[in-house]
């Protein structure tokens, strides 16, 4: 009577694996077509236009310029006095396919160096504050690494350094308004560094 049982609970099995291999394929053959299906719908996009998008604004930022003499920070403030003639466009998180869509495949290698830009952006900033806390400007690192923020930098160690430099110089009410900041992040990093910012305020 033991073999009958054990063939059973072995039919059973391979039934079960079968109907969830069966779904399994039918979700990935559904969603590869629903991807080609908006891809071809966004190929054919027509082109917008993209003048008016929300673009970095130097208006009014004031930043650290030539105020000490250090090769790096030299290096990086002429990359950010180059990009200030730039256009550029935080995409993250918007996929090729959502551009093409909203803007026409036209205008995607347009956005796509937008968006370059604005990576370069961030990560130089970044660079440019953590060297102004090395050399002991901590006035000088917030105000880039603030700016760095106000445009929804998604680097995790801009939002570190700028909530430590908040909490040595006296200033902790900062960080609720850079936890709010961060949680606007389109960004896989956007929990990551909330985490980071929520464990930073408990130790304080």
Known sequence: MKVPVLFGWVMIFVVVVSYKRR?????????????????????ATRKQDISNLNYVDFTGVSLPFARF??????????QILKLKEEKILNLTGIT???????YGAANLPLLTQYDQNFTLLVRT??????????????????QVLAFAVS???????????????YLQTGQPDKLEALKASASNLNSLMKEPILTMLSLLTASD
């Open 23 to 43: 779904k399994a394929d039918r979700i990935r053959k559904n969603t590869e077509r629903d991807f080609w299906e908006r891809e071809n719908n966004a190929n």
């Open 69 to 78: 003499s250090d090769d790096f920070l030299h290096q990086c403030e002429e």
């Open 96 to 102: 090729n396919t959502d551009l093409k869509l909203n």
């Open 125 to 142: 900033l970044n660079s440019w504050g953590q060297r102004l806390h090395e050399l002991s400007h901590p006035e000088e690192a917030i």
């Open 151 to 165: 445009i929804e930098s998604d680097i995790k160690s801009t939002y570190q350094l700028l909530a430590e430099l």
